[in-house]
């Protein structure tokens, strides 16, 4: 990726929308196309503009003061970040010692925690699925997944959500025992 222009940061010499796409500028991303940036590395391996792409999503989940022009992040787009970063991951094994390094030094992971624990009643299971997903492909070894994210898929589960039960139970079932719902074990459905 191209550096930022010097003057990128001068107010009286702001670069329009154009300009900073040509110098690689970060700033206008949004929680919508971050992800639509993010799709172009399912067929090509993670440069630097792709860890660029990772701090301003982790900028939008950390700031307090959101721009204006600002899409927040919601259950869904929180959602289809992680998935479109376990799909990257998944076409490029080579890229999780640094992919770990930038999403554990920027605070992405706990960011997105925090984001999925407060916004859990927006979560349904295709959502829940997306994330669990992620979670799963990012760190098969230590399965450390968030309560939280255990606790929304117990929630739909016992509200019947039924359309997209099948995935949810598909994904699930690649954990241990230990770790495998409960509500599902007490049902004796796995």
Known sequence: MRSFDKRYNKAENKPSF????KYGGIEHYNSINICQHLKKYRD?????????ILRRANQLLDSNEQPKDTILFNARGLSNLLYEISN???RNRGIKPELFKILLEEGLLNNWHISACEQLYEFNSQNLANSLYAFLLMDRNTLRIPNELIQGINNNLMNNENSTYHQLYTIYYQLSDKQKIYYLRKRKTL
């Open 88 to 90: 990257i991951y998944k």
């Open 44 to 52: 090509h391996s993670p440069d630097r503009e792709f860890y660029n």
């Open 18 to 21: 154009k300009e900073q796409n």
